[in-house]
């Protein structure tokens, strides 16, 4: 099995989410930005899919109230910052470390967590078609539908290639 | 998986239910898909975005219906999964609440735009019967998903402690979809059951990423987020290609030493 040397496939974390297995690893390169940049795994992106979800069943809740309408806006401006961080760090970590990409694509549990990108960005669009289109109009429709093509792009790129190389 | 795993030889025990995060991806574009197809001010635009959404639904469904399978072969052959994991056995309500609310919307979508642009012409009521079969459809994926919801609350409870780590975030997302798809239900149908009930989903899903956030900034705050599994065979890679290029410089200067002698 190629993975088996890989600690994100011992008992202690099978996840590869982060653990106390790695812990001694790369201890030395715990300082700075570019230790942060380099440890920024895709799996990140779920906070924004349970942000964004969080924003949208406030919104929608059967039984609401404007207060809960605010909070739900709040949420939503939180995720659409930590969705630029994430990718800002994230579009550094595979410029800047190109090897990591490679590396990353064939780890057996990192891998799947790229497809939790466009189902963060697909929070984002949801909101967007809740709240900016019918409050502000204009144009917002072309920004749903846009981002709405590259979420539908990247998540085909996902489901397609990455059960084929599971 | 048959079609399978040019990379990675995978068994049934290191199967995890994350498996089906790549495929749910394209369900949820569907699902966004059909939300901004009701809001495009052009009725072809938002054909061609309907139809693109059906057919991204189709690629996710009954995939995500296939690794549902091997999962549960996994669960049932083999032990449950180990702790680190253990919030992904949430994971299966991912694609069974947004494949339900995704179909679910995409009806309402083609109730309107189908009459309109005169898709399928030989069927007058093409778009009340896409309207129809869209809510049996998610109403039979909800039943589903209750299945699994229950199956993932009996796994968290028997086990108990765990360890925080960023897969926590799957409390949140999997149990939030399936709460969109019963608040979808509830105005489809007049009872008060479904929109008392995503009601409670909807506080459980808030508290719920109150207590995750919350872990996550002190995990953060404490340096153990950020580590990457995937560095290890980068880091591995560099400190050879470091080692040889100390081994090759020290022959160098042995052989240059040598040479003076």
């Keep these: 099995m190629a993975c088996q040397n890989d600690c994100s496939t011992t008992p202690t974390d099978p996840s590869g989410l982060g653990g106390a297995c790695e812990a001694a690893i790369c201890t030395r390169r715990r300082k700075g930005w570019r230790s942060v940049v380099r440890n920024f795994t895709p799996s990140w992106f779920s906070v924004n899919m349970g942000t964004g979800i969080t924003s949208i069943l406030l919104h929608n809740l059967p039984y609401n109230g404007r207060w809960l309408q605010y909070i739900s806006y709040i949420l939503f401006a939180l995720n659409v910052l930590l969705f630029v961080i994430f990718l800002t760090i994230s579009a550094l970590r595979y410029c800047l470390y190109p090897k990591i990409w490679i590396s990353m694509v064939r780890h057996p549990a990192q891998c799947l967590f790229l497809g939790t990108f466009p189902m963060g960005l697909a929070t984002i669009i949801n909101m967007i078609v809740f709240v900016c289109v019918p409050q502000w109009g204009g144009s917002w429709w072309k920004v749903a539908w846009a981002l709405w093509w590259i979420d539908a792009a990247v998540s085909v790129a996902c489901c397609f290639y990455l059960p084929f190389v599971l | ?261």
């Design chain 2, 1 to 261: 998986m048959c079609f399978r795993m040019t990379v990675h030889g995978h068994s049934i025990q290191t199967m995890t239910a994350a498996w089906l995060l790549p495929i749910v991806s394209t369900i949820v574009a569907a699902a966004t898909g059909s939300l901004v197809a009701g809001i495009l001010p052009h009725v072809e635009y938002a054909l061609i975005t309907l139809l693109t959404s059906y057919v991204l639904w189709g690629t996710g469904v009954p995939l995500a219906m296939v690794v549902l399978v091997i999962y549960f072969l996994r669960l049932t052959t083999s032990n449950l999964p180990p702790k680190a994991v253990m919030v992904s056995t949430f994971l299966p309500l991912g694609p069974l609440g947004q494949g339900g609310f995704g179909i679910m919307q995409l009806g309402k979508v083609a109730l309107e735009v189908f009459p309109k642009t005169h898709t399928i012409p030989a069927a007058s009521h093409a778009g009340e019967i896409f309207y129809v079969a869209g809510f049996f459809t998610a109403i039979i994926m909800w039943g589903f998903g209750l299945v699994w919801l229950c199956f993932a609350v009996a796994t968290i409870v028997r086990s108990r402690h765990f360890p925080f780590n960023m897969g926590w975030w799957g409390f949140t997302f999997p149990l939030g979809v399936y709460t969109v798809c019963t608040t979808t239900l509830a105005k489809e149908v007049p009872s008060a059951f479904f929109r008392v009930l995503g009601t409670i989903f909807s506080i459980a899903v808030t508290i719920l990423w109150l207590v995750v956030s919350v872990g996550t900034l002190h995990s953060l705050w404490k340096g153990r987020l950020l580590v990457a599994p995937c560095l290890k065979d980068v880091e591995e890679r560099e400190a050879k290609a470091r080692e040889a290029s100390v081994s090759k410089q020290e022959v160098d200067v042995g052989e240059t030493a040598g040479s003076g002698v």
